[in-house]
Structure formats: C-alpha cells, structure tokens
C-alpha cells in the first residue's frame, strides 16, 4: 500500500492484474487493462518528486508509470536481455535521487537511467532471486534476497550475513526501509533488525598475506626486489590468509596478471594454483572480503617465465638474417617466373572468355577472309570452324539486310572505326538469325590495322517476344474494350441489386410494422379473454363451468406462447434481437426454471434434476431472462417428449480468463430421441422432428431457433447428440457408481453454452448458522433409488465434509442403519426419498421409528413437487424436515444445520401445479388482496380491455376513474389527484406517449410527479425504452394479467 501526495491511498494485491485507489472521501477506483495495466503488479512505489512507479509480471510490461493529468499507466519497460526474459518479476523497485530506478527480481537487480536497462551482478557464481531494495541518501542500494542483505556502493556489492546481526539470511518480500538518519531497517522472516553502525561508513577488510608461495612445488621467497624468474612450463601454488574475524566469514577471490584480467569467482578457500605457465612476466594478486565490509586491497607477488633457447632473443636474430637472404634469392626468382605466367595467364583468360561466352565472335583479315570463329559461332550457324576458316562472311547473307549496310560497314572500319548495326544472317541449314553486331578494327604493336573482329549477339528470341508482344498489346487492347462493355453491363446490375435492395429493406419494414400491429390487435382481444377467464374463475362455478373456463384459459396462453415465439423469432429475422445485461446469481436463475419446470415433471412422474460443478462462479453479469428461456424452451421439451425416466441439468465451467467465463449447460433426458438425419432440421424455424409430433405434442417449432440464436448472442452454441450422452466426461463426483438411466427411451443431450462477465465484488447474504453447529465429520445415511440423485446428494454432502453412505432401498437402509449401531458409529442423520419401489419413503420412515435403536436418528424426507397430504404424516412420524426436490444446495445446507440444531425444518404443502392452483368448484374464490387503496386513473379506448382493468383494480380493492382517450386523460388527471395513472399506449385523439408527455411538461412548472404505468398491445424491440422515454415509469403487456398488475401497484404502493 502507498498514500501519495493527494491523499489517495493505492493498494496492490497479490495475484491479481491492476492496482485500487481509495479516495479520503471513501471513493474505490481499479486501474486495470482499460487504464494501461495489463500484467500482475507486485510493487507500487512513489519517487522523491511523488512520482508513482508500478513492478509486475512479464517479458514486455513488467514496469508502468502513473500519468496524473490522463489518470492512467504507461508501460515504460525497457526490453530485456533474451536470457532475463523468460518468467520476467519485479518484486520490488526503489526510486533514488538521481533520477535512477532499482529494480529488484527474480532475475537479480537492475537499474534504469536515460531509458537504458543495465544489470548488477550480486553474486557472479550464482543467480539471486531478490525480495526487497531501498536507496538510501548516500545513494547507496541495499537489496535483500533469499541469501542475504546485500549494499552496492556504485563500485561493489558488500554482503550482510549472520556475522552481521542478522537472525537469519532469508528475508522478505519488500521489507527494507531506510529511516531518515540513513539507517536501513530490514525485515526477515525471524523478524524486524536494523543497522547498528554508521550508516555511510564502508570499512575495509584488512589486507590479505601470503603464508607460502610454492613454484614447481619448491617454496620461493615472494619479498624479493627483484621478481624472480623461472624455467619454461613451471606452475605456481599459493596459500594465503587474512587476519579480520571470523575467518568463516572471509572470501577471497584472485587473477594472475598476463594470463588473465578477471578476478576468481569469490569463495572461502585461500589456496590458489596455476599450470603450466607460459614463458612471460605475471603479477599474481589475492584480495579478502568480510561480510559487511568493502574488498581488502590486493596482496601481490609479480615473476617471470623464462623461455627455451630456441626462443631466446639471439635465437631470433639469427632467424631473422637467414630469413633475410633466402627472401631476397626467392623474390628475383619468383619476380622473373610470375611476369611470363602473367603473360600467359592473361592469354588464357582471354582465350577462355572467348570460348565460353554466348556472344558469337570472330576475325577476318584485312581481305575480309575468317582466320577465327569461337564456339558460339559453329552453335548459332551450325558450320564447324574448318568449314569457315579461309571463307568471306559473306556465307552469312540472307539477302534481308539492305546492300547499303554493307558498304556503310566497310567504309566505317576501313577508316578505323568501330560500326554498330543489326543484320538479319542465315544459318547453314538456311534459318534466319537476328544479331546485333559490332564490328572493329584489329591493330598491331606499331599501330598499323592488320585485321578485324567482329562480335555479335543473337536477338532472334527477343525479335520473337518483341512481335508476340506487339500481338498481345493488341489482345489488351480488345480485352479493355470487352471489360469496359461488361463493367457497363455490372454497373447496370449493380443499380438494379441496390433498387432490389431498397425494395427488400422496404418489405422488411413493413413486415416488422404488420408484426407490431398484428401483435397490437391480437393481444387487445387476447387481454380480454386471459383477464376475463381468470376473473370468471375467481366466482362460484360449477365444475363442468370450471373444465370450460381451464380450457380457455390454457388455450389462450398456449395462443399467447405462439405469439410471443413468432414475435421473437421476427427479431431474429431483423437482426434485432439483442441481450439485457446485468447483475445475477446463476444458482437463483436455474432455481427458478428447475421450479417452473418440477411442475410439469411431476405431473408425468419424471425425475428431475440439476448440477453445477463446484469451481462454477455463480456471481455473474448477463442476461438471466434469456438464458432461463432457453433453458425453459430445451427443459420443457425435454419434458413434453419424455414419458418416463429422468431429466438432468448439469454445468460446467469450460475456460475462464480476463474476468470471463465460459459456462457448458447439458440437458439429459429419456424421451422419444431424435434421429441422426433430424438433428440439424430441428434447429431450423417452424421444423419438428416429425409432422405427427406436432399434433400429438403441439409446438412451433421456433423454440430452438430462437435459443441457438441466444446462445449465439451469449458467444456460444447449441448442439444436440441423441442417444443421450450420460457420460460427458464432466459427470459428477462420486463413488464410482454408474449414474445411467434405467428405464425410459434413448433420449437426448441438448448442449449450449455461454459467456458471461464476472462479478468483481459479490455481496453474498449471510447464512444464519446456529451457534455451536457444524457438519463436519457428520455421518448422514441417503436413501433413493435414483442412482444420479444419490451422486448429487453425495457430492453435496462431501463438499460440506460430511460422511455421506448411499443405498438404494428401504430394506438396505435399515441392514446400514442396523450395522452402523452395532460398530458403534450410529447415523446422525438420514435423507429419505418418499418414492421408490417396494418401499416408499414413509413406510421406511414407520420402521425406523418402531425400533428404539433409532430414536435419536433425524429424518428428513425429499419428495417431487405436487404430492400432498405428505405435511400432515411427517408430523405423525416426527420428521424434522420435508422438501421438495430438485432442492437447491443452500436450502439443503441450512435445513442440515436446522436439524442438527434441534429445530424443525420446513413441513409446508406443496405448491400446486397449474392446473390444481385454483379453488376447486363449490368453493368461494380468495378475497382481493389490498393493494394499498389508491386512486388510479385508467386511460383505455377498448371496452372490453377497460371493463377487464376496472374489474382487477376494483378487485385490488383501488379506486378507478376511466378516460377513454389520452387528451380525456390529461384533463381529468389537472381536475382530480391520482396516485397512479394506467396509460394505453394506442388512443384516438392523442395517444398514450403524448398525453406522457405533456403531463411531463406541466409537472415540470407545477411540481409534483404522478406515477405512470404503460398498457400496451406492442411486444417488438424498442416498445418499452419508447415508453421509458416519453416519461413513463412502468410497462405493463396485454394480455393484462391481475398478478402483473398486482405487483407493479404493490411497487408503486411503497412510494405513495
């Protein structure tokens, strides 16, 4: 932790990229990545000026300066020497006074000037991970390590050792603080120690002696005035000593001078030896070094090497003379033999030149007769050199070459010049040959002309590619001309696709207006038979009354599922569909679908459960609506095509990096299965697996359409395998037992996964556990018949470090039971499944209370959701809890502790599912709740859509005035005072957003504020923030429901 001059108070922790601030007013701010802090930070220090400095993790940002006018960090880290790199650490850094910056690591220390990195080496034979470093006002370094305390005065490390004081020599990680009388203060593990003596003094060690010197092993005297010499190849031992104390604290380090300029790696013994010594003059120095003291100055004995005879210096006079006189007889020599090679090899090059090249060469006499022609000459024109030799070129001729040319040629070279033309020539079997030719004069030592040489180079491939080229320029040429003409013809298609374009937007807009008006006009009459029916309901009817009503009911809200699907799945189609983020926990979204969906398992005897893996983070940031309706729409599928067996939600963690997790959800089942040629088509909208599936399970087929495009949205996918994969490699722990279904069909697994942010602080609320209760080392005894509800429960309990024991019927509870008192290690506790076969889970239950070995045994039963008269027989049998599975894991946790308290768990009824939650006929429907008794005004054109809202208000037990038009509303709302105001959306005269609006603007002069809900028929994208806009406080959907309606006012009721 560091204050800076401001007062702001900078935290660092461990393991964690980016650093907090911490205003005096109390205000926390994080500086991560977005701020320029990419890498884990170990160190904040401030320099003398306030400067602040970072030290972390990493080859290329291990090191950051704080910018206060931008508040953010710039990498200012320099780049490392290819060995420092890896696995880079800074762990601690210390500002000095001159402007340089001390770095102290796991690879040793640094200092960085001027941009410039330069390395301290500590200890040369070895390398130091360094903890601590601090500059005291000498300007000297004191650097603590995991070896010591080390001070590097600029020129020398001085080390600190036991000898010293210090309790022991590993210290800890940024511990030394140099107070304001330069004294440093250091932290080790032993604890706090500080320096005792002057804090600038640097004593030296006392000079090192001699105890013998040995040369060839024979003792020499090392005080001669003169330095002694010695024969070739001898070599040297010495033996030395200092007199500081303790001599178990003395290093020394030595060189010999004229073999080697470098000291000795440091160390304790004081003998030195040297081999074999060449012949020359050598100083031999040893130098000694107590902890807490600078290096002593240097013993010395200086001698000299002797060389052999054949190397002495008379030896290499006479080598020199000798050297002499055979240079000068071999230089002559060689002088007269290298001027005639010269010559020759100069001829020979030539020649060589000639023979090799490409370019067809040749010389004539003065007559114009070839005396020479090179190889190319017989390659081009295909005659051999005898056939030539003695001839006129004049066998060349193709009679192409215009008779000018030639008597240009002769003139020129008569007259000694060069000339430089292009002949077309024919070859010996009479091809045409192009060449460009030069042709020159030949003259001797006396400059008289004696001949001529002509050299020519054959062009007739690139006459070739000069016409092909002429041909092809003209193929561009027509081709431009066709490109343009299609590039015409593009650019007219191109108008017509962007016309089409204009068209197809046009359609899509119409298509999403005829959805919203479509979803309008089909929720207004929708409101009026949902709110209707559930109000009929409430009255006395007789049952075949009630059967009719149900029926609409349920009719009108699977109408309703249809609506909203399609509604969806037009956003899809608009690529408008799009997430909520925000703050939730993941057990308490899938909690509430597990709950939805228990119902309807239930109803068809299905087991339901659920498992998150324990490294699952549960504080996340998303959107928790979307991801409960996929996990509805694949759950409730799961259900409806499942007629016996099972159905398990498992999570997962798959990666997490940077504050993001990727989550894996599978949904097993025992249902019909899918077969391997469907898969892919039931991910396609309005596509089932089978067309007799729909009439016999209903649906329309847009539920997985729209959750693969959701989970895309969340940055995942959805996938199916069918059979139902049970073994996934992430099963849940257990005792080995095979968790596979044992009765039901070849089911499916529906995988999806998604992406979610982390929460950063998660506020968890507090468990209130009893005072002196714990689950630890707990023996409790699970009895079901399910074995993949058995594995959860275990692992649950194993987490909680109880001692869970499995079986899976009543007769082997009682055998485990039996045998846990007879061993003396009786079960403190057992969970009860009520459902399994041959013996459900209260007659187990009876037995174990008929047997007074187990009176002290608690017994808790679990039990699937709509099974009743279950309360009233737990009571006779004394059972201590009674849930309903899937039972989330911190209702189970704290039920544990409950029990093992002594108090009694929960012993409701079950709630009832759909089709049982109403009052069966004959008898009075529950009186309205009060919704606080406030005056609303109700803004509704439909008739029937306002008898139904007057209807449920009235029922609420509020006060109701209606306006049928948005003006109407205006004006009755400036007549009367209004706690609440229900606004249609849609009205004629004015609608709904601009009567808002201009009771906005006259609260806006008048103060006041009155609380609008909207009421609209509208679902599409943009609805809700239009209403928001406009200065609504609340929305509310039609269909109307008396519950949503109930609990917005029951908001409202805590502002009035």
Same mark, same amino acid.
Not at 479 to 500: G, M
């Given at each position: 932790m560091?204050?800076?001059?401001?007062?702001y108070?900078?935290?660092?922790?461990?393991?964690?990229?980016?650093?907090?601030?911490?205003?005096p007013?109390?205000?926390?701010?994080?500086?991560?990545?977005?701020?320029?802090?990419?890498?884990?930070?170990?160190?904040?220090?401030?320099?003398?000026?306030?400067?602040?400095y970072?030290?972390?993790?990493?080859?290329?940002?291990?090191?950051?300066?704080?910018?206060?006018?931008?508040?953010?960090f710039?990498?200012?880290?320099?780049?490392?020497?290819p060995?420092?790199?890896?696995n880079?650490?800074?762990?601690?850094?210390?500002?000095?006074p001159d402007?340089?910056?001390?770095?102290?690591?796991?690879?040793?220390l640094?200092?960085?000037?001027?941009?410039?990195?330069?390395?301290?080496?500590?200890?040369p034979?070895?390398?130091?991970?360094?903890?601590?470093?601090?500059?005291?006002?000498?300007g000297h370094?004191w650097?603590?390590?995991?070896?010591?305390?080390?001070?590097?005065n600029?020129?020398?490390v001085?080390?600190?050792?036991?000898?010293?004081g210090?309790?022991?020599?590993?210290?800890?990680?940024?511990?030394?603080?140099?107070?304001?009388?330069?004294?440093?203060?250091?932290?080790?593990?032993?604890?706090?120690?500080?320096?005792?003596?002057?804090?600038?003094?640097?004593?030296q060690?006392?000079?090192p002696?001699?105890?013998?010197l040995?040369?060839?092993?024979?003792?020499?005297?090392?005080q001669?005035?003169e330095?002694?010499?010695?024969r070739d190849?001898s070599?040297?031992?010495?033996?030395?000593?200092?007199?500081?104390?303790?001599?178990e604290?003395?290093r020394y380090?030595?060189?010999?001078?004229?073999?080697?300029?470098?000291?000795s790696v440091?160390?304790?013994?004081?003998?030195?030896?040297?081999?074999?010594?060449?012949?020359?003059?050598y @100083?031999f120095? +040893?130098?000694?070094?107590? *902890? #807490?003291?600078?290096? !002593?100055?240097? %013993? =010395?004995?200086s001698? /000299?090497?002797?060389p052999?005879?054949?190397?002495?210096?008379?030896?290499?006079?006479?080598?020199?003379?000798?050297?002499?006189?055979i240079?000068?007889?071999g230089?002559?020599f060689?002088?007269?033999?290298?001027?005639?090679?010269?010559?020759?090899?100069?001829?020979?090059?030539?020649?060589?030149?000639?023979?090799?090249?490409?370019?067809?060469?040749?010389?004539?006499?003065?007559a114009?007769?070839?005396?020479?022609?090179?190889?190319?000459?017989?390659?081009?024109?295909?005659?051999?050199?005898?056939e030539?030799?003695?001839?006129?070129?004049r066998?060349?001729?193709?009679?192409?070459?215009?008779?000018?040319?030639?008597?240009?040629?002769?003139?020129t070279?008569?007259?000694?010049?060069?000339?430089? @033309?292009e002949? +077309?020539n024919?070859?010996? *079997? #009479?091809?045409l040959? !192009?060449?460009? %030719? =030069?042709?020159?004069? /030949?003259?001797n030592a006396?400059?008289?002309?004696?001949g001529?040489?002509?050299?020519q180079?054959?062009?007739?491939?690139?006459?070739?590619?000069?016409?092909?080229?002429?041909?092809?320029?003209?193929?561009?040429?027509?081709?431009?001309?066709?490109?343009?003409?299609r590039?015409?013809?593009?650019?007219?298609?191109?108008?017509?696709?962007?016309?089409?374009?204009?068209?197809?937007?046009?359609?899509?807009?119409?298509?999403?207006e005829?959805?919203?008006?479509m979803?309008?006009?089909?929720r207004t009459p929708?409101?009026g038979?949902?709110?209707?029916?559930e109000?009929?309901?409430?009255?006395?009817?007789?049952?075949?009354q009630?059967?009719?009503?149900?029926?609409?009911?349920?009719?009108a809200?699977?109408?309703?599922?249809?609506?909203?699907?399609?509604?969806?799945?037009?956003?899809?189609?608009?690529?408008?569909l799009?997430?909520?983020?925000g703050?939730?926990?993941?057990?308490?979204?899938?909690g509430?679908?597990i709950?939805?969906?228990?119902?309807?398992?239930?109803?068809?005897?299905?087991?339901?459960?659920?498992?998150?893996?324990?490294?699952?983070?549960t504080?996340?940031?998303?959107?928790?609506?979307?991801?409960?309706?996929?996990?509805?729409?694949?759950?409730?599928?799961?259900?409806k095509?499942?007629?016996?067996?099972?159905?398990?939600l498992?999570?997962w963690?798959?990666?997490?990096?940077?504050?993001?997790?990727?989550?894996?959800?599978a949904i097993?089942?025992?249902?019909?299965?899918?077969?391997?040629?469907?898969?892919?088509?039931?991910?396609?909208?309005?596509?089932?697996?089978?067309?007799s599936?729909t009439?016999?399970?209903?649906?329309?087929?847009?539920?997985?359409?729209?959750?693969?495009?959701l989970?895309?949205?969340?940055?995942?996918s959805?996938?199916?395998?069918?059979?139902?994969?049970?073994?996934?490699?992430?099963?849940?722990?257990?005792?080995?037992?095979?968790?596979y279904?044992?009765k039901?069909?070849?089911?499916?697994?529906?995988?999806?996964?998604?992406?979610f942010?982390?929460?950063?602080?998660?506020?968890?609320?507090?468990?209130?556990?009893?005072?002196?209760v714990?689950?630890e080392?707990?023996?409790?005894?699970?009895?079901?018949?399910?074995?993949?509800?058995?594995r959860?429960?275990?692992?649950?309990?194993?987490?909680?470090?109880?001692?869970?024991?499995l079986v899976?019927?009543g007769?082997?509870?009682?055998?485990?039971?039996?045998e846990?008192v007879?061993?003396?290690?009786p079960?403190?506790?057992?969970?009860?499944?009520?459902?399994?076969?041959?013996?459900?889970?209260?007659t187990?239950?009876?037995?174990?209370?008929?047997?007074?070995?187990?009176?002290?045994?608690?017994?808790?039963?679990l039990?699937?959701?709509?099974?009743?008269?279950?309360?009233?027989?737990?009571?006779?049998?004394?059972?201590?809890?009674?849930?309903?599975?899937p039972i989330?894991?911190r209702?189970l946790?704290?039920?544990l502790?409950?029990?093992?308290?002594?108090?009694?768990g929960s012993?409701?009824p079950?709630p009832?599912s759909?089709?049982?939650?109403?009052?069966?006929?004959?008898?009075?429907a529950?009186a309205?709740?009060?919704?606080?008794?406030?005056s609303?005004l109700?803004?509704?054109?439909?008739?029937?859509?306002?008898?139904?809202?007057?209807?449920?208000?009235?029922?609420?037990?509020?006060?109701?005035?209606?306006?049928?038009?948005?003006?109407?509303?205006?004006?009755?709302?400036?007549?009367?005072?209004?706690?609440?105001i229900?606004?249609?959306?849609?009205?004629?005269?004015?609608?709904?957003?601009?009567?808002?609006?201009?009771i906005?603007?006259?609260?806006?002069?008048?103060?006041g504020?009155?609380?609008?809900?909207?009421?609209?028929?509208?679902?599409?994208k943009?609805?809700?923030?239009?209403?928001?806009?406009?200065?609504?406080?609340?929305?509310?959907?039609?269909?109307?429901?008396?519950?949503?309606?109930?609990?917005?006012?029951?908001?409202?009721?805590?502002?009035?």
């Amino acid at each position: 932790m560091l204050v800076d001059k401001q007062g702001y108070l900078w935290v660092v922790q461990d393991g964690l990229p980016g650093v907090s601030r911490l205003s005096p007013a109390g205000q926390v701010e994080r500086f991560e990545r977005i701020a320029g802090v990419s890498t884990e930070i170990n160190v904040i220090r401030s320099a003398p000026d306030g400067s602040l400095y970072l030290g972390g993790v990493g080859k290329s940002g291990y090191l950051f300066h704080y910018l206060p006018e931008s508040e953010t960090f710039v990498n200012i880290s320099p780049p490392l020497p290819p060995l420092e790199a890896d696995n880079f650490a800074v762990e601690d850094l210390a500002p000095a006074p001159d402007g340089t910056l001390w770095l102290a690591g796991n690879r040793g220390l640094f200092a960085l000037r001027n941009d410039s990195l330069r390395r301290i080496e500590i200890l040369p034979d070895r390398q130091l991970s360094l903890k601590a470093i601090a500059v005291d006002q000498k300007g000297h370094v004191w650097i603590g390590s995991d070896q010591g305390l080390f001070r590097y005065n600029g020129k020398q490390v001085i080390p600190y050792t036991e000898a010293d004081g210090l309790p022991t020599l590993t210290l800890t990680f940024r511990s030394i603080l140099v107070d304001s009388r330069g004294r440093p203060w250091v932290g080790t593990f032993h604890g706090v120690v500080r320096w005792q003596g002057e804090p600038f003094r640097l004593p030296q060690t006392p000079n090192p002696i001699f105890l013998w010197l040995r040369m060839n092993g024979v003792p020499t005297e090392f005080q001669a005035t003169e330095p002694p010499q010695f024969r070739d190849d001898s070599y040297l031992e010495a033996s030395f000593t200092s007199f500081a104390f303790p001599p178990e604290h003395i290093r020394y380090r030595w060189r010999l001078l004229g073999q080697d300029e470098a000291w000795s790696v440091p160390g304790t013994e004081a003998y030195a030896r040297f081999p074999q010594l060449a012949p020359g003059s050598y @100083t031999f120095q +040893v130098q000694a070094q107590r *902890s #807490g003291h600078t290096w !002593s100055e240097p %013993a =010395s004995f200086s001698f /000299i090497i002797r060389p052999p005879w054949y190397m002495s210096g008379w030896a290499f006079a006479l080598y020199g003379v000798l050297l002499a006189i055979i240079l000068w007889v071999g230089i002559k020599f060689r002088r007269t033999i290298a001027e005639r090679h010269q010559a020759q090899e100069t001829i020979r090059k030539l020649l060589l030149a000639v023979e090799h090249t490409d370019e067809i060469i040749f010389m004539t006499d003065l007559a114009g007769n070839i005396e020479y022609v090179n190889p190319a000459f017989e390659r081009v024109y295909g005659y051999s050199r005898e056939e030539v030799i003695g001839k006129n070129p004049r066998i060349l001729k193709s009679r192409l070459t215009a008779p000018r040319r030639y008597e240009e040629l002769w003139r020129t070279i008569l007259a000694g010049e060069a000339y430089h @033309t292009e002949f +077309v020539n024919c070859t010996k *079997s #009479g091809e045409l040959v !192009s060449v460009n %030719a =030069s042709i020159n004069p /030949i003259f001797n030592a006396e400059g008289q002309m004696v001949g001529f040489i002509a050299v020519q180079a054959d062009i007739t491939e690139l006459k070739k590619a000069q016409e092909s080229l002429k041909r092809y320029a003209a193929e561009l040429e027509e081709a431009k001309n066709v490109i343009e003409e299609r590039a015409e013809q593009l650019t007219a298609t191109v108008r017509e696709l962007e016309l089409a374009r204009r068209k197809a937007e046009a359609a899509t807009r119409a298509k999403s207006e005829f959805l919203a008006n479509m979803s309008h006009e089909i929720r207004t009459p929708m409101n009026g038979i949902i709110g209707m029916t559930e109000l009929a309901l409430e009255t006395h009817l007789t049952p075949e009354q009630r059967e009719y009503l149900l029926t609409v009911k349920s009719s009108a809200d699977a109408l309703l599922t249809i609506i909203n699907d399609i509604l969806d799945f037009s956003k899809i189609e608009a690529g408008k569909l799009s997430l909520v983020e925000g703050k939730f926990h993941l057990d308490e979204c899938i909690g509430d679908a597990i709950k939805i969906i228990a119902v309807r398992a239930t109803e068809k005897d299905l087991e339901l459960a659920y498992h998150i893996a324990p490294d699952v983070p549960t504080a996340l940031i998303g959107d928790p609506v979307r991801l409960r309706q996929i996990l509805l729409n694949i759950m409730g599928n799961a259900v409806k095509f499942t007629d016996e067996g099972q159905i398990l939600l498992q999570v997962w963690k798959e990666e997490e990096a940077f504050g993001e997790v990727l989550l894996h959800f599978a949904i097993s089942d025992t249902g019909i299965g899918i077969p391997p040629e469907k898969q892919q088509l039931i991910f396609e909208a309005f596509a089932q697996v089978d067309s007799s599936n729909t009439r016999k399970y209903g649906g329309t087929g847009l539920g997985l359409a729209i959750s693969r495009q959701l989970a895309e949205l969340m940055g995942g996918s959805l996938w199916v395998e069918s059979p139902a994969n049970w073994n996934l490699g992430h099963d849940i722990p257990g005792n080995g037992e095979e968790i596979y279904p044992w009765k039901g069909g070849p089911g499916s697994t529906f995988h999806f996964t998604a992406r979610f942010r982390q929460q950063t602080s998660v506020e968890e609320a507090p468990e209130e556990i009893p005072a002196g209760v714990t689950l630890e080392g707990v023996p409790v005894l699970v009895v079901d018949d399910n074995p993949v509800n058995r594995r959860i429960l275990q692992e649950l309990l194993t987490r909680w470090k109880m001692k869970p024991e499995l079986v899976e019927n009543g007769p082997a509870a009682l055998r485990k039971l039996a045998e846990a008192v007879e061993q003396r290690r009786p079960f403190s506790l057992a969970l009860l499944d009520v459902q399994m076969p041959g013996m459900d889970g209260f007659t187990l239950a009876e037995k174990i209370r008929e047997d007074p070995r187990f009176q002290s045994l608690r017994l808790i039963i679990l039990t699937s959701f709509g099974e009743k008269d279950h309360p009233e027989r737990c009571r006779e049998l004394g059972i201590w809890g009674y849930y309903h599975k899937p039972i989330h894991p911190r209702e189970l946790r704290m039920a544990l502790y409950r029990v093992l308290a002594g108090e009694t768990g929960s012993i409701a009824p079950a709630p009832r599912s759909e089709k049982q939650a109403l009052p069966p006929a004959g008898e009075k429907a529950p009186a309205p709740a009060s919704g606080g008794g406030l005056s609303v005004l109700l803004a509704e054109d439909n008739p029937v859509n306002r008898r139904l809202a007057v209807r449920m208000l009235e029922k609420l037990g509020h006060r109701v005035e209606v306006a049928e038009n948005g003006k109407e509303a205006v004006e009755k709302w400036r007549q009367g005072k209004f706690d609440v105001i229900l606004m249609d959306v849609q009205m004629p005269e004015m609608d709904g957003l601009e009567a808002t609006r201009c009771i906005r603007r006259e609260e806006d002069q008048t103060g006041g504020h009155v609380f609008i809900i909207a009421l609209t028929a509208h679902a599409m994208k943009g609805d809700r923030e239009r209403c928001l806009t406009a200065g609504m406080d609340g929305y509310l959907t039609k269909p109307l429901k008396k519950a949503d309606l109930e609990q917005a006012l029951q908001h409202l009721t805590t502002k009035v």
